[in-house]
């Protein structure tokens, strides 16, 4: 079983820059596919990104593309979010999952068996 501890959140102002980190114990990450998704207050967790566990194929929600970046290092056991020209509505706690890699919707939060507790980003105007 792998375990997933988020970190890089923190209180920042709208155009900064924000880099998140997933790291994994417990089990080597290549073999997984890896996702970040995202909690408002008073609203449902939401797909940001993914990437595939061979780091070909990386996946965008239309709200981050263009902005974000998904990247793993293998070496590291680690999948970093990089979040650049921040907006207040990207505010949300944001969570890493990881599954073992499969051809099932990246998006769905469903899909994935394993999460971190989450990491608080928020972005004031």
């Known amino acids: 079983q792998v375990q997933l501890v988020e970190s890089g959140g923190g209180l920042v102002q709208a155009g900064d820059s924000l880099r998140l980190s997933c790291a994994a114990s417990?089990?080597?990450?290549?073999?997984?596919?890896v996702g970040w998704f995202r909690q408002a207050p008073g609203k449902v967790r939401e797909f940001v990104s993914a990437?595939?566990?061979?780091?070909?194929?990386?996946y965008y929600a239309d709200a981050v593309a263009g902005r974000f970046a998904i990247s793993r290092v293998d070496a590291e056991n680690t999948v970093y979010l990089q979040m650049n020209s921040l907006k207040p509505e990207d505010t949300a706690v944001y969570y890493c999952?990881?599954?073992?890699?499969?051809?099932?919707?990246?998006?769905?939060?469903?899909?994935?068996?394993?999460w971190g507790q989450g990491t608080q980003v928020t972005v004031s105007t």
């Open positions: 990437i595939g566990n061979m780091d070909t194929n990386t």
């Open positions: 417990g089990r080597t990450l290549s073999t997984y596919d």
């Open positions: 999952a990881a599954r073992i890699h499969s051809y099932a919707y990246f998006r769905s939060a469903k899909e994935y068996n394993y």
